[in-house]
């Protein structure tokens, strides 16, 4: 009887460690190939902004991209504190990514522990699609998330990504302006079929302070959707390779109850313009 369960916790371990590593393997498959696609930057010059609206040419210049490469890939490590649902507790988490812009994608890795119990999650983006995975135990499946709904969402996110981690490539993007007034400006992004719009907070000194998207879908098991408002209000800029971008960030669903921060992010790095998988 020893030796059965000894043998039976022996194959449970093997299977959820096995399963536990798919998700990344996926994602630097992914990557892997993405990279294969990447082109080489340009140094982004001022002639290359005038285009854009003053706030953003402002928010270009205090971020230093201007006489720099143009950012076409960013590699980004996040940790802090995540939740599931408004009423569920705060759990730690990681997170690795990957975001190419010359053909926009993002390849997202989270790993987090929930009352003990690991949980990972793989977001993909690429050709204009994007599905969302979610396992717990490295076995059950808690969200899979795909169509057209996720793709808008997925890029929302994509297009804010860019806003706050790499500005630079917002001079090529195939973006529509509107100056609001003297600090705001509102954005409609496209790509391929997708086409979302966002409104962008600036500050005097040229921060760019908050983000807000109706156009981004919350759902917890990529079944049922529900449309709030999403706002990713930002703060504590540092330079990271002569770039200025912010360390400290929130996601937060402006819900008819009232507002659900379910993501607090801490930078832990940065690298821009990869020309491979970190290791």
């Not at 802090?80 to 507790?89: E, S, T, V």
């Not at 717990?136 to 899979?144: N, Q, S, Y």
């Not at 706050?164 to 992004?189: G, H, Q």
């Amino acid at each position: 009887m020893k030796q059965f369960i000894s043998f039976f916790l022996i194959f449970t371990f093997t299977i959820m460690t096995t399963f536990s590593q798919s998700y990344r393997k996926t994602w630097r498959s992914e990557v892997e190939k993405a990279y294969q696609q990447s082109s080489q930057s340009k140094i982004l010059t001022m002639s290359d902004i005038e285009h854009l609206p003053v706030p953003v040419q402002k928010y270009l210049i205090y971020t230093k991209s201007v006489g720099m490469p143009v950012i076409n890939n960013i590699h980004i490590r996040f940790t802090g504190w995540f939740k599931m649902a408004p009423d569920k507790p705060y759990a730690r988490f990681n997170s690795e990514q990957y975001n190419f812009y010359s053909n926009p994608s993002r390849f997202y890795y989270m790993t987090m522990r929930v009352k003990g119990i690991g949980a990972k999650g793989l977001h993909v983006y690429k050709n204009e699609n994007a599905t969302m995975k979610i396992k717990i135990a490295g076995l059950f499946t808690v969200a899979d998330a795909s169509g057209a709904k996720m793709n808008q969402g997925e890029t929302v996110t994509v297009f804010n990504d860019m806003c706050l981690m790499a500005p630079s490539a917002l001079a090529f993007a195939n973006v529509e302006w509107e100056t609001v007034d003297s600090l705001t400006v509102k954005a409609i992004y496209t790509n391929g079929e997708n086409r979302i719009s966002a409104t962008l907070y600036f500050n005097e000194e040229g921060q760019l302070i908050n983000f807000i998207s109706d156009d981004r879908f919350q759902s917890a098991d990529g079944k049922e959707y529900q449309s709030y408002s999403w706002s990713t209000p930002v703060g504590s800029y540092i330079e990271v390779e002569g770039r200025m971008i912010p360390s400290y960030g929130e996601a937060i669903w402006d819900m008819p109850e009232g507002q659900y921060c379910y993501g607090k992010f801490e930078l832990k790095e940065a690298d821009f313009n990869c020309t491979e998988l970190k290791k």
